[in-house]
């Protein structure tokens, strides 16, 4: 089992971006942060030495491959459209 590499949220916004998914600090912050009930969005923890949240760096890219996944197997799709019928008809 390979050794878990611990982002911070800086970090975790960095790793999004290059898989294209740019978000603001503050959306990821709010993704860090618990709500009401004291759920995260994201599976950040309060590092015991520095006091600053950290994620695993696979387990972030997991959870957004696995949302990717479940988005594929759950869409309607009867058949894809062709090139040439996306263009307008004159």
């Not at 990821?28 to 599976?43: E, M, Q, V």
């Not at 957004?64 to 309607?76: E, F, I, L, P």
Request: aromatic share 6%.
């Amino acid at each position: 089992m390979p050794t878990p590499v611990f982002i911070s949220i800086e970090g975790a916004r960095k790793v999004l971006a290059e898989i294209g998914i740019n978000l603001t600090a503050r959306q990821i912050k709010r993704a860090a942060d618990p709500d009401a009930y004291g759920k995260r969005k994201l599976p950040f923890f309060v590092d015991p030495i520095d006091k600053r949240l950290k994620i695993d760096r696979r387990v972030l890219l997991a959870i957004y491959n696995q949302c990717q996944a479940d988005a594929q197997s759950n869409a309607k799709v009867s058949r894809p459209v062709p090139q040439n019928e996306l263009a307008p008809r004159p």
